[in-house]
């Protein structure tokens, strides 16, 4: 006669291999995928005034300054990369590379 002892934990192992090889084996549907709504073509009918809060005054930003300031960042950078020095520049390790010792166990 089998104890309780074996029996029980047989019975929650082998209930554990059947849910994992029916989690692993059973396929999947494939999700839904729900279309976006289409962006309207046509904008709001917005109009500027004093009650809106939109100011009328915006003036676009110049291309002539956003090509200065790419000119001096262009410049700055060129500058610090002559100065930078790259690991291959350097030769490789030839020699025995010491490995670390190991350490006594703490008691």
Not at 48 to 61: E, F, H, K, M, V
Not at 68 to 74: L, M, T
């Amino acid at each position: 006669m089998i104890s309780w002892r074996l029996a029980v934990p047989a019975v929650l192992c082998a209930a554990a291999v059947a849910g994992c090889i029916t989690y692993f084996f059973t396929p999947v549907p494939p999700q839904p995928i729900a279309a976006d709504q289409p962006v309207p073509l046509t904008l709001p009918n917005v109009t500027a005034g004093p009650d809106t809060g939109i100011s009328t005054n915006a003036q676009p930003q110049s291309t002539e300054d956003d090509a200065i300031a790419f000119q001096q960042a262009a410049v700055a950078i060129l500058k610090r990369a002559q100065n930078a020095k790259t690991s291959a520049d350097e030769p490789l390790a030839t020699g025995r590379i010491p490995l670390p010792k190991k350490r006594p166990i703490p008691r």
